[in-house]
């Protein structure tokens, strides 16, 4: 007993101390508010036009150019200051439905990777903004870099947990949140809100699974090649099976053929008995080239 209290409190002291050296890092927007800003609802169209202007037809992101653009980078931040002035906790009348609430976290997250990006030009990765003790790779980001959303501020970590997986439990955000690196998902351009954002789930999830990078299938190996993101959130992707209703037998490829495109749910009904494997992660930033 007496060694167990002694490796407990080793262990908590270790924690006490990573704690202090990797210190949250508060990233602060100094920009005024939209001159247009509305009164009464959340509007996206300024982070909606600079996508529009430097996500290419393949989804990677100019970063050079944005970056090199006093303008375009004051843009970002008079969203950004939206962002941090609002949102559905602490502005609740702003965001009158779900559609609404969750767009403003997914396209806050992804506007705050864009601007810290460009905060750090140029970068190789995103893993390369590093805690000072990096126990697990992008700690630095993900962890230790805080944003304030309304009033408060988040790691974007606890942004995708906390805020947008916990409350909105809809695995297809998988699809849209995007962490500035080859693997992640594509930059998507247009940024419904609403009732509308429900077009933009959908079709970036079969967007998604029709990449080959994310879903591939060897008939020769009998093997289906997957998205690393499928088994670090499989339990989201089999929940949202179950709610739906839908038979889990095959796990994740059951998953996949529901929202997939008809070729590839019918050749994934062919695939019974092949093995799942899972592609390593593509950290190097989503840059255009």
């Not at 990797?22 to 169209?45: E, M």
């Not at 962490?179 to 247009?190: D, F, G, I, N, Q």
């Amino acid at each position: 007993m007496r060694t167990t209290a002694v490796f407990l409190g080793i262990l908590l002291s270790i924690g006490a101390l990573l704690a202090v050296i990797n210190r949250p890092v508060l990233v602060r927007i100094s920009a005024p508010l939209p001159a247009d800003f509305p009164d009464h609802r959340f509007r996206h169209d300024d982070f909606e036009r600079l996508l529009a202007e430097y996500v290419d037809a393949d989804g990677n992101i100019d970063y050079e150019r944005w970056n090199a653009d006093p303008d375009a980078v004051a843009s970002l931040d008079r969203y950004l200051a939206a962002v941090s002035a609002y949102s559905p906790d602490n502005a609740p009348a702003r965001f009158p439905d779900r559609g609404d609430e969750l767009a403003y976290w997914m396209y806050g997250y992804n506007a705050y990777v864009v601007r810290t990006v460009l905060n750090n030009w140029p970068i190789a990765s995103v893993t390369d903004i590093k805690a000072p003790i990096e126990a697990v790779k992008g700690l630095g980001f993900f962890f230790r870099l805080r944003f304030v959303f309304g009033g408060r501020a988040y790691s974007l970590l606890a942004v995708e947990n906390n805020k947008i997986r916990k409350q909105y439990r809809d695995a297809r955000i998988h699809f849209v949140l995007s962490c500035a690196s080859e693997s992640c998902p594509t930059m998507r351009p247009r940024l419904p809100d609403g009732d509308e954002l429900e077009v933009l789930l959908a079709s970036a999830a079969e967007d998604f699974v029709s990449e080959r990078d994310n879903v591939e299938i060897d008939h020769e190996a009998k093997t289906i090649y997957l998205s690393r993101i499928f088994k670090w959130y499989r339990k989201d992707f089999l929940n949202d099976l179950a709610r739906r209703g839908r038979p889990a037998e095959r796990g994740l490829v059951d998953y996949i053929a529901s929202i997939a495109p008809a070729g590839l749910r019918a050749e994934l009904e062919s695939t019974r008995g092949y093995t799942v494997r899972f592609r390593d992660y593509d950290w190097a930033i989503n840059a255009r080239r």
